[in-house]
């Protein structure tokens, strides 16, 4: 042992177990406190480390528990030899470190021999135990090219916040472990969550030079509304940039195209049952698209639909009245003509549009007897394939299946139907779900798939010149209910996953999706409502490293999120968390965590967090960086806002608007000041 390590030696070993040591400080040691050669050193607090030299190597220990005498030792002392008696440590092995060079393993290969010395930790020592050294690296250019400019750096490592357990010391994590998985952020609410979100992103991208982190992307689902406050400070143009999207419920904020959404969405949306309804409801969207084609093939299948249904009305099986059907008939003709098919054809046969009949004996058999003509044998229909579609056409063409089904013998079909027609209408006529429709005037302008996930992933320009304009994009969803929650959620996450399967090369684009809250969608049970966005979420969780696409999940109740999306992540930032369910979930889901580490959750103080994962060699308890500014999640003040002079102003603007919250003007605002 070197003399400058004589000089920082604490105390002895004095019982050695494979997991578990003993250490006897030194006399003199009052208080546990330690003056060293460098500083005054206080080694006795929980969750600190030791170092014991063995050999070449140094054993590292964590301080576990401290006592003032060997709970062997029977005989009692009065108060004031108390003060001179002997101070252990209990610690317990937890990895070993050269002494001179090389990096730190878990686990312990060489145990130390009775009465080694004990030495305090230095702050080269953490950052070797840590791996965090070096923060700051030279930079790479494109395609490893030169670097522009040639003096660029970048961050090796990510400041997250004060270690509390040793002086002044930055805790750091690795950024290629920390953002390169799944991270959960944990804590009961008011722990600082939020703040701690804020904090992290900012100290990435507040980098003072370059290079910056252009090339991340974070989509925000802030559902909550707090989050702007926080970020926009950010954007500096040329540097950082962020955007705002507000998802109100309503067609002038945040749209969805209803055509986006896949067959299991549509199915999961209007809770259409397996055997009867959902065969229809594939038909009625393919229909969507039947209608919009312009091939021969396609015109071939159109024809035979509507002569199908057409004969169909005239069989009068269905219960309508004659004018109810004539109607259905001349809708079918006047929507979906063709050369063969369409209101000219009707006229020839003098139809009387009042009564639902024809005019002239026969003219009805002369007719069908036309339309029959373009009926088909052995026709499939096309698949549901995204083409865009007025929302009100899906109710016309799941009109038009159930016909064609009637048309083939079911003749129940309708009354089968009627639960899923009726949620179809519901859809068109709810004012929350007006980001979702779209009319046919709106088809032009609605945007094609790629050109949507594009802007939402903050990229602009044509073909391979794409770069990058926003890398953080909050999605305020503070206005809208946990049902819509959860349909843009998933409906958007599937999406993105999607492209990110298909890019070519793979995994060279990351998209971190940061869940504020999310136990609200991605829950340990089935949804209530209609989508059940968990089962996107969890796919995600199982298969979204491979192609660079990550879930940071922040929650109050762990044991309310889903149990696969909570077991992929690698990293946690824990705050204080105090219920017992909570407590025993992350027990369950990070089993490599000691009952002592955990142990710790319950005391937390506010703004501090346990972080424990792949991107901290070791469970480390520390202070979260200053969020500034801060999200709009501030304790309310009760004392202020109660106690004051008569007459002082409320200073707020109030409103309610119930279901109309899109549409909000000054008449639905109360000022009051």
């Given at each position: 042992?070197?003399?400058?390590?004589?000089?920082?030696?604490?105390?002895?070993?004095?019982?050695?177990?494979?997991?578990?040591?003993?250490?006897?400080?030194?006399?003199?040691?009052?208080?546990?406190?330690?003056?060293?050669?460098?500083?005054?050193?206080?080694?006795?607090?929980?969750?600190?480390?030791?170092?014991?030299?063995?050999?070449?190597?140094?054993?590292?220990?964590?301080?576990?528990?401290?006592?003032?005498?060997?709970?062997?030792?029977?005989?009692?002392?009065?108060?004031?030899?108390?003060?001179?008696?002997?101070?252990?440590?209990?610690?317990?092995?937890?990895?070993?470190?050269?002494?001179?060079?090389?990096?730190?393993?878990?686990?312990?290969?060489?145990?130390?021999?009775?009465?080694?010395?004990?030495?305090?930790?230095?702050?080269?020592?953490?950052?070797?135990?840590?791996?965090?050294?070096?923060?700051?690296?030279?930079?790479?250019?494109?395609?490893?090219?030169?670097?522009?400019?040639?003096?660029?750096?970048?961050?090796?490592?990510?400041?997250?916040?004060?270690?509390?357990?040793?002086?002044?010391?930055?805790?750091?994590?690795?950024?290629?472990?920390?953002?390169?998985?799944?991270?959960?952020i944990l804590g009961n609410t008011g722990s600082g969550k939020s703040c701690t979100v804020a904090s992290i992103l900012q100290s990435l991208f507040e980098k003072p030079d370059e290079h910056l982190a252009r090339g991340a992307t974070f989509v925000v689902f802030d559902v909550n509304g707090e989050y702007r406050a926080a970020f926009e400070p950010l954007a500096k143009p040329g540097r950082i940039?962020?955007?705002?999207?507000?998802?109100?419920?309503?067609?002038?904020?945040?749209?969805?195209?209803?055509?986006?959404?896949?067959?299991?969405?549509?199915?999961?949306?209007?809770?259409?049952?397996?055997?009867?309804?959902?065969?229809?409801?594939?038909?009625?969207?393919?229909?969507?698209?039947?209608?919009?084609?312009?091939?021969?093939?396609?015109?071939?299948?159109?024809?035979?639909?509507?002569?199908?249904?057409?004969?169909?009305?005239?069989?009068?099986?269905?219960?309508?009245?004659?004018?109810?059907?004539?109607?259905?008939?001349?809708?079918?003709?006047?929507?979906?003509?063709?050369?063969?098919?369409?209101?000219?054809?009707?006229?020839?046969?003098?139809?009387?549009?009042?009564?639902?009949?024809?005019?002239?004996?026969?003219?009805?058999?002369?007719?069908?007897?036309?339309?029959?003509?373009?009926?088909?044998?052995?026709?499939?229909?096309?698949?549901?394939?995204?083409?865009?579609?007025?929302?009100?056409?899906?109710?016309?063409?799941?009109?038009?299946?159930?016909?064609?089904?009637?048309?083939?013998?079911?003749?129940?079909?309708?009354?089968?139907?009627?639960?899923?027609?009726?949620?179809?209408?519901?859809?068109?006529?709810?004012?929350?779900?007006?980001?979702?429709?779209?009319?046919?005037?709106?088809?032009?302008?609605?945007?094609?798939?790629?050109?949507?996930?594009?802007?939402?992933?903050g990229l602009e320009g044509e073909g391979v010149s794409v770069t990058k304009k926003n890398q953080i994009v909050v999605l305020d969803m503070n206005d809208v209910e946990d049902e819509v929650v959860e349909l843009v959620s998933s409906v958007t996450a599937r999406m993105l996953f999607k492209l990110l399967r298909r890019a070519d090369p793979r995994n060279r684009f990351p998209i971190h999706l940061?869940?504020?809250?999310?136990?609200?969608?991605?829950?340990?049970?089935?949804?209530?409502?209609?989508?059940?966005?968990?089962?996107?979420?969890?796919?995600?969780?199982?298969?979204?490293?491979?192609?660079?696409?990550?879930?940071?999940?922040?929650?109050?109740?762990?044991?309310?999120?889903?149990?696969?999306?909570?077991?992929?992540?690698?990293?946690?930032?824990?705050?204080?968390?105090?219920?017992?369910?909570?407590?025993?979930?992350?027990?369950?889901?990070?089993?490599?965590?000691?009952?002592?580490?955990?142990?710790?959750?319950?005391?937390?103080?506010?703004?501090?967090?346990?972080?424990?994962?792949?991107?901290?060699?070791?469970?480390?308890?520390?202070?979260?960086?200053?969020?500034?500014?801060?999200?709009?999640?501030?304790?309310?003040?009760?004392?202020?806002?109660w106690f004051h002079e008569v007459g002082r102003p409320a200073n707020i603007r109030l409103s309610y608007a119930g279901d109309n919250a899109g549409d909000l003007d000054d008449d639905d605002f109360i000022d009051m000041e």
């Amino acid at each position: 042992m070197s003399n400058d390590d004589r000089k920082r030696a604490v105390g002895k070993l004095v019982s050695v177990a494979a997991d578990h040591f003993i250490v006897e400080m030194h006399a003199g040691t009052d208080n546990f406190t330690v003056v060293g050669f460098d500083d005054v050193h206080y080694v006795a607090r929980l969750g600190s480390f030791l170092m014991i030299p063995s050999q070449s190597e140094y054993v590292v220990v964590e301080v576990v528990g401290l006592r003032e005498r060997d709970v062997s030792r029977t005989d009692e002392r009065s108060d004031f030899d108390r003060a001179g008696s002997s101070k252990f440590l209990d610690v317990v092995p937890v990895g070993m470190l050269p002494a001179r060079g090389g990096t730190f393993r878990f686990g312990v290969s060489v145990f130390p021999s009775l009465y080694a010395d004990a030495l305090y930790a230095l702050d080269h020592e953490l950052d070797r135990i840590f791996e965090t050294q070096t923060a700051v690296e030279p930079s790479i250019g494109f395609n490893g090219e030169g670097c522009i400019p040639a003096n660029a750096s970048r961050y090796r490592v990510l400041s997250i916040g004060k270690s509390v357990i040793f002086e002044d010391y930055e805790v750091k994590v690795h950024l290629d472990e920390f953002f390169g998985g799944h991270v959960a952020i944990l804590g009961n609410t008011g722990s600082g969550k939020s703040c701690t979100v804020a904090s992290i992103l900012q100290s990435l991208f507040e980098k003072p030079d370059e290079h910056l982190a252009r090339g991340a992307t974070f989509v925000v689902f802030d559902v909550n509304g707090e989050y702007r406050a926080a970020f926009e400070p950010l954007a500096k143009p040329g540097r950082i940039g962020v955007e705002h999207i507000v998802l109100n419920g309503a067609a002038t904020g945040f749209r969805l195209p209803h055509w986006y959404l896949e067959m299991a969405e549509w199915e999961l949306l209007l809770q259409a049952s397996e055997r009867t309804q959902l065969p229809v409801l594939r038909m009625a969207l393919g229909l969507t698209s039947l209608f919009h084609g312009s091939s021969t093939a396609s015109l071939q299948i159109k024809e035979h639909f509507i002569a199908t249904c057409i004969v169909e009305c005239f069989r009068g099986a269905d219960g309508d009245s004659p004018v109810a059907k004539f109607q259905r008939v001349v809708s079918l003709l006047q929507k979906y003509p063709t050369s063969n098919l369409n209101m000219a054809l009707l006229n020839q046969f003098n139809p009387n549009l009042q009564y639902g009949n024809f005019v002239g004996a026969n003219s009805q058999e002369a007719f069908l007897a036309q339309v029959r003509v373009r009926v088909h044998e052995d026709v499939h229909f096309p698949s549901y394939d995204h083409t865009p579609f007025a929302f009100e056409d899906l109710e016309e063409c799941m009109d038009f299946a159930i016909l064609y089904e009637e048309a083939h013998g079911n003749r129940q079909i309708r009354d089968y139907c009627s639960s899923m027609v009726t949620r179809l209408k519901s859809l068109k006529d709810r004012a929350e779900y007006a980001f979702l429709r779209h009319s046919n005037p709106e088809l032009a302008e609605a945007p094609s798939p790629i050109d949507f996930l594009t802007r939402l992933l903050g990229l602009e320009g044509e073909g391979v010149s794409v770069t990058k304009k926003n890398q953080i994009v909050v999605l305020d969803m503070n206005d809208v209910e946990d049902e819509v929650v959860e349909l843009v959620s998933s409906v958007t996450a599937r999406m993105l996953f999607k492209l990110l399967r298909r890019a070519d090369p793979r995994n060279r684009f990351p998209i971190h999706l940061l869940l504020e809250e999310a136990h609200r969608y991605i829950g340990a049970t089935p949804s209530r409502y209609a989508v059940d966005a968990t089962k996107g979420f969890e796919r995600i969780a199982k298969e979204g490293r491979k192609y660079g696409m990550f879930i940071m999940l922040a929650s109050q109740r762990p044991s309310e999120l889903s149990k696969t999306v909570l077991s992929q992540c690698s990293n946690f930032v824990v705050h204080r968390i105090q219920n017992p369910d909570d407590l025993s979930q992350i027990r369950q889901m990070t089993p490599f965590i000691s009952d002592a580490v955990l142990k710790r959750l319950p005391s937390l103080p506010k703004q501090h967090a346990l972080v424990f994962g792949t991107s901290v060699n070791l469970p480390t308890t520390f202070k979260v960086r200053e969020a500034s500014p801060r999200p709009s999640s501030d304790d309310t003040k009760i004392v202020d806002l109660w106690f004051h002079e008569v007459g002082r102003p409320a200073n707020i603007r109030l409103s309610y608007a119930g279901d109309n919250a899109g549409d909000l003007d000054d008449d639905d605002f109360i000022d009051m000041e």
